[in-house]
């Protein structure tokens, strides 16, 4: 039997395990990268670890997320940082050099190797063939210090391509597809494989989006081929020495099909509050718009911008909107500004962002109350774009430049006919590395610099003989970590500070959260489907460490903040009868007797003292993880020296 593009990768890297769907497997990690949001706990972790040297072929730290520096805290993180990246070997990316996703796409990202990446959109280099994973700080910590990644030998998807996109339907149609039939938690322990003649029609930043987004089925991750379009894609970035072809075998096993007819794919749109609530543009008409923003690590590359500005050109935009563009890399932004594209966008009344992540991580731009506001981006939870009331609707750039355009939510079908809008992508990027600092020659001495916002992160203790507690909340069902721990310009500079973030917790479900959980030193927790689903943000789970949880009870969780949870001993346990979440209420005392004995087995049993009954729950964990579990998390565990590191 032939072999799957991942499965390739895999095979290449396997440390531990067999590449059987559902075993877990341990891999070795070739790059890693971290962003400012979650590098410096990670930092702080790899610190703990106490290794002399990342042990990577290539990590690299970026900053991009916390860019607005309203007060010193952002400046004093991205100062740590750039320390530790000097000191332990890291490549630095500096503040303007753009959004982690995008540069490592343009000027790291090696096709058939893996790179593990502190946030949940590492996926975007499968674009060009890498097997990109989002993982928590300490999980990219200890690649970092050289011990492997564990995760569950996914299945794998295959979605074939076939035909060619129309005008005004683009790559983020193709995803938006992929998401509207698999909805958000479709994805869960699966890779999707992108494969047929629709993929030799899409340049490797067209494939990024479409990686990128992948994030948001709670997929492992996603990937295409390298193949010529990837050698060109390269080679235009002066790397055509990094490329190397990597195909899936003619008799490769799937253990899913999707098939999309490219040809007949319309524009299409997220609707509030989530990524998969996707319908076809033209259904929409007559929403009235007040702000568009076009960027972010989905949709801003230089082919997204140029199409933005051919669109934009000579025209004026409705006199209700607000248009924002933040260039994904300062590459993206300097070769507008060189070509003139740059201009177009500001005669046409667009603001220019700073590259970076900006609005779409709450960083400013917050809309109106009630707002409507249509992003490239690829997220839309309640709340995360800074205003509770807004709604947000996810597109393509031709979709959000067309609307800026009419002021209302409009199909970039029809608008565009008789509108040259057929932009290349240049042969040649324009390659300017001078905001890359290279890390430290051997033997040269740095200090640290640590300011005051850099708290230390809650350690956890190795796990006791009971469990006991009050459920402090009940959630229902796609709980994101932008729910538990929110993110927005008054929070994201706290992000080394977990008992500032603590008093946030859970904010958007339940202010008085944090409260109750002091109150009551700490407690339970109870879910729905796909709790923890989005970001890789440890934080979703340090803060509710901090604030004494013990334990997740849900109907299923997400991948990436399970193994969150996990790392920080908490246990995350599912209900095996889903009745069982509707018997339990807030504030009812759950035991788990002789837990350490009971945490070897599948299946936990939990006392309801408050209604006097028993539950069965399910640990579905793997055996190493039982032991993580045990150890009262992963650095405890790997400090235990249980790691080889
Ligand atoms: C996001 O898009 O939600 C973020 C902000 O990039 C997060 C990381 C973080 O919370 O810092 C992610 O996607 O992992
Ligand atoms: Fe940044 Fe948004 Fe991408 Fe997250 S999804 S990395 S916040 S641009």
Not at 41 to 49: N, S, V
Not at 346 to 356: M, T, V
Not at 545 to 563: D, M, N, P, T, W
């Amino acid at each position: 039997m032939g072999l799957t593009v991942t499965e390739k990768i895999l095979k290449e890297h396997l440390v531990s395990g067999k590449l059987i769907r559902g075993e877990e497997i341990g891999i070795r990690i070739d790059q890693t990268l971290t962003q400012d949001s979650t590098g410096t706990m990670a930092y702080l972790q790899f610190e703990a670890l106490g290794i002399d040297k990342v042990r990577t072929k290539r990590s690299v730290a970026y900053i991009d997320h916390n860019m607005l520096q309203t007060g010193p805290e952002n400046a004093d993180d991205h100062l740590y940082i750039q320390s530790i990246a000097k000191k332990y070997g890291i490549y630095f990316s500096k503040a303007g050099n753009g959004i982690c996703h995008q540069v490592h796409l343009e000027r790291f990202g090696v096709p058939g190797q893996t790179l593990l990446g502190s946030d949940s959109h590492t996926p975007t280099c499968g674009g060009l063939g890498m097997l990109g994973i989002g993982a928590g700080g300490l999980d990219v910590a200890v690649a970092m210090a050289g011990g492997e990644y564990y995760i569950r030998m996914p299945k794998i998807v295959k979605v074939e391509l076939k035909g060619k996109l129309r005008k005004g339907v683009s790559a983020k149609d193709i995803i938006l597809e992929v998401l509207r039939r698999c909805r958000v938690k479709g994805g869960l322990n699966k890779v999707f494989e992108y494969t047929g003649e629709g993929v030799k029609g899409l340049t490797v930043p067209e494939r990024a989006t479409i990686t990128n987004m992948g994030a948001e089925l709670g997929a492992t991750t996603s990937i295409f081929p390298s193949d010529e379009e990837t050698y060109k894609f390269l080679r235009a970035q002066g790397r055509e020495e990094d490329f190397v072809p990597i195909e899936a075998d003619e008799d490769a096993y799937y253990d899913e099909e999707i098939i999309i007819d490219l040809d007949k794919l319309k524009a299409l749109i997220a609707c509030p509050h989530s990524p998969d609530n996707v319908v076809n543009v033209s259904s929409l008409n007559n929403i009235k718009v007040n702000q568009v923003a076009i960027g972010s690590c989905t949709n801003s590359s230089y082919v997204d911008l140029m199409k933005v500005a051919s669109i934009l050109d000579g025209k004026t935009i409705a006199e209700d909107v607000s248009l924002v563009i933040s260039p994904g890399s300062r590459q993206v932004l300097y070769m507008l500004s060189e070509n003139g594209a740059l201009a177009k966008l500001i005669a046409a009344g667009a603001r220019i962002l700073e590259s970076s992540c900006g609005p779409c991580i709450g960083m400013g731009q917050a809309p109106n109350t009630e707002g409507v506001s249509l992003r490239t981006f690829n997220r839309n939870f309640k709340g995360r774009c800074g205003t509770s009331s807004a709604e947000v609707y996810l597109a393509s750039p031709e979709v959000a430049a067309v609307s800026a355009l009419t002021g209302y939510i409009t199909d970039p079908v029809e608008y565009l006919n008789g509108i040259d809008i057929d932009v290349k992508m240049p042969d040649k990027f324009l390659i300017n590395d001078n905001l890359i600092i290279d890390p430290t020659k051997e033997g040269e001495e740095v200090e640290v610099i640590r300011g005051p916002n850099i708290k230390p992160f809650p350690r956890t203790k190795a796990l006791r003989e009971n469990l006991e507690g009050k459920v402090l909340l009940k959630v229902g069902d796609d709980i994101s970590t932008d729910h538990i721990m929110p993110s927005n310009a008054k929070l994201l500079p706290y992000r080394s500070n977990i008992p500032y973030l603590s008093d946030y917790c859970f904010l958007p479900c339940d202010p008085d959260f944090p409260k109750r959980a002091k109150e009551h030193g700490g407690g339970l927790i109870v879910g729905g489907h796909n709790y923890g689903q989005g970001s890789s943000r440890e934080h979703a789970a340090l803060v509710p460490l901090y604030l004494g949880i013990k334990a997740v009870i849900a109907k299923s969780f997400a991948r990436i903040h399970k193994q969150n949870l996990i790392n920080n001993g908490i246990l995350p346990l599912t209900f095996i009868k889903e009745e069982d979440y509707d018997h339990i209420d807030i504030y009812d005392e759950l035991t788990i007797k002789n837990i350490l004995t009971q945490v070897d087995k599948d299946t936990i049993i939990v006392k309801n003292i408050t209604k006097n009954k028993e539950y069965s729950l399910a640990l579905d964990v793997t055996n190493r993880q039982r032991e993580i579990l045990k150890a009262g998390g992963l650095l405890n565990y790997v400090k235990g020296d249980k790691y080889g590191i």
